[in-house]
Nanobody, 122 residues
Framework: QVQLVESGGGLVQAGGSLRLSCAASGRTFSNYAMGWFRQAPGKEREFVAV????????GYADSVKGRFTISRDNAKNTVYLQMNSLKPEDTAVYYC???????????????WGQGTQVTVSS
């Protein structure tokens, strides 16, 4: 069973930065796409960023493009989300995800972490 453990959330002022980490169990970490989703109060979970198995390609939601950067270290079984120029509307629980089958996207079934709270004050 794959386990994903997020860390790095917290409270930050608007314009600040945070770095989220997600440590994954399992020896085949490098074979699969990884990424981040978020869910704000009263809203549905939404896609934030994805990175392919090799780390060579990534994709972002329009709302975070240019401010957030996703990366992965396959030797450490860890994926990161560097969040800069944070806005109050970025406030949400951030969830790490690993595709169950795909090396390229998170559009199918995924494993999920428990989530980490990010709160951006104005």
């Amino acid at each position: 069973q794959v386990q994903l453990v997020e860390s790095g959330g917290g409270l930050v002022q608007a314009g600040g930065s945070l770095r989220l980490s997600c440590a994954a169990s399992g020896r085949t970490f490098s074979n699969y796409a990884m990424g981040w989703f978020r869910q704000a109060p009263g809203k549905e979970r939404e896609f934030v960023a994805v990175i392919r198995w090799s780390g060579a390609n990534s994709g972002y939601a329009d709302s975070v493009k240019g401010r957030f950067t996703i990366s992965r270290d396959n030797a450490k079984n860890t994926v990161y989300l560097q969040m800069n120029s944070l806005k109050p509307e970025d406030t949400a629980v951030y969830y790490c995800a690993r595709s169950i089958r795909s090396a390229y996207n998170l559009e199918g079934d995924n494993y999920w972490g428990q989530g980490t709270q990010v709160t951006v004050s104005s």
